[in-house]
């Protein structure tokens, strides 16, 4: 067997960076991509340009995988500073600053009480949702006023880890998040301040954690930059398949693999097929455990979804 339309040999797998603040989640993309000459990269999930952290970066194959990892569970380290609401509800939209008494850490701890568990969320103005075929944001560019509907996400944890008062007209809460996807932090953060009468934005983000990658196991922009320009790339890789444990991987012969490679569905010749993943999924690795297919299962047979070898002639 040999890999379906490679960009360039090896070069198949989740680079996970640590993005700095100030590029966008484009511009690592495009450093990925110049460094590599792998032409298809994509990013799995957004980071605004003043906020830092883990960006899961998929390269070659692995691009056929960021699906699977759409539906994530996300981590942050936020600051929310009070005292002043803000048109873009983070640090780099026009401030409007609030009549009412700042909070203190008593009172914020209180406040987040509400939103932990299942909540509705309206996305910020300024967000990439669509609305009547056009972004937010460049409705709000033009000075339109995008009606955004509340969407249903879900805090799993909110805990406040550090209140700093050195400016007591704009203290500042640091708080852990962990969300479903989808979840807006700056949306949080412009409704604490509402529900706290005293306005809120979002003064700093981390992201810490995308589903499986961990900051801590993210390589900085630099590294990227130094290891990737000198060719070896491939060491910081992780394999196209990273992180998707979710989805069982079963080990198939060679002709079983040709024959899925081909289209064919094809019945398992081999031990009992284990309970599938997520939309009856399993991952198909050859012999060398290395990623191959995966496939669905329907009545004891492997359906083909996506083929990354072709079949032997």
């Known amino acids: 067997?040999?890999?379906?339309?490679?960009?360039?040999?090896?070069?198949?797998?989740?680079?996970?960076?640590?993005?700095?603040?100030?590029?966008?989640?484009?511009?690592?993309?495009?450093?990925?991509?110049?460094?590599?000459?792998v032409r298809r990269v994509g990013h799995g999930g957004t980071l605004d340009p003043f906020a830092a952290g883990v960006l899961?970066?998929?390269?070659?194959?692995?691009?056929?995988?960021?699906?699977y990892h759409l539906a994530d569970e996300k981590a942050y380290r936020a600051v929310v500073i009070f005292g002043a609401s803000s048109s873009t509800d983070d640090r780099d939209g026009e401030l409007t600053r609030r009549d009412a008494a700042v909070p203190g850490r008593e009172a914020v701890a209180a406040g987040l009480e509400a939103f932990r568990g299942v909540i509705a969320q309206t996305p910020p103005t300024y967000s990439a949702v669509r609305v009547a075929g056009r972004h937010a944001y460049e409705l709000a560019r033009h000075g339109e006023t995008p009606?955004?509907?509340?969407?249903?996400?879900?805090?799993?944890?909110?805990?406040?880890?550090?209140?700093?008062?050195?400016?007591p007209e704009r203290p500042a809460a640091t708080l852990e998040v962990r969300c479903s996807a989808g979840t807006?932090?700056?949306?949080?953060?412009r409704d604490l301040g509402e529900t706290l009468g005293c306005g809120g934005h979002l003064g700093a983000l981390t992201?810490?954690?995308?589903?499986p990658f961990r900051l801590a196991d993210a390589h900085s922009l630099d590294v990227v930059r130094e290891r990737l320009a000198s060719g070896h790339a491939v060491e910081l890789l992780l394999?196209?398949?990273?992180?998707?444990?979710?989805?069982?991987?079963?080990?198939?012969?060679?002709?079983e693999l040709s024959a899925?490679?081909?289209?064919?569905v094809i019945r398992h010749r081999g031990e009992a097929l284990p309970q599938p993943?997520?939309?009856?999924?399993?991952?198909?690795?050859?012999?060398?455990g290395r990623l191959a297919a995966m496939a669905r299962v329907d009545g004891g047979r492997l359906h083909p979804e996506k083929v990354f070898i072709v079949p032997v002639v």
Do not use: C, N
């Not at 198949?12 to 990925?32: Q, W, Y």
């Open 1 to 37: 067997m040999r890999r379906r339309d490679a960009d360039v040999p090896e070069l198949d797998g989740v680079l996970v960076v640590g993005k700095p603040a100030g590029p966008t989640s484009h511009d690592v993309v495009a450093i990925v991509r110049r460094l590599t000459g």
């Open 56 to 67: 899961p970066v998929f390269l070659g194959h692995a691009t056929r995988m960021v699906e």
């Open 147 to 167: 009606e955004l509907r509340p969407r249903t996400v879900t805090i799993h944890q909110l805990e406040l880890t550090a209140w700093d008062t050195l400016d």
């Open 184 to 189: 807006y932090i700056r949306a949080l953060a």
């Open 207 to 211: 992201r810490t954690a995308s589903g």
């Open 239 to 255: 394999p196209a398949d990273a992180g998707l444990d979710a989805y069982p991987l079963i080990r198939l012969a060679p002709e």
């Open 260 to 264: 899925l490679a081909r289209g064919q």
């Open 277 to 288: 993943g997520p939309s009856g999924l399993l991952r198909i690795a050859d012999e060398a």
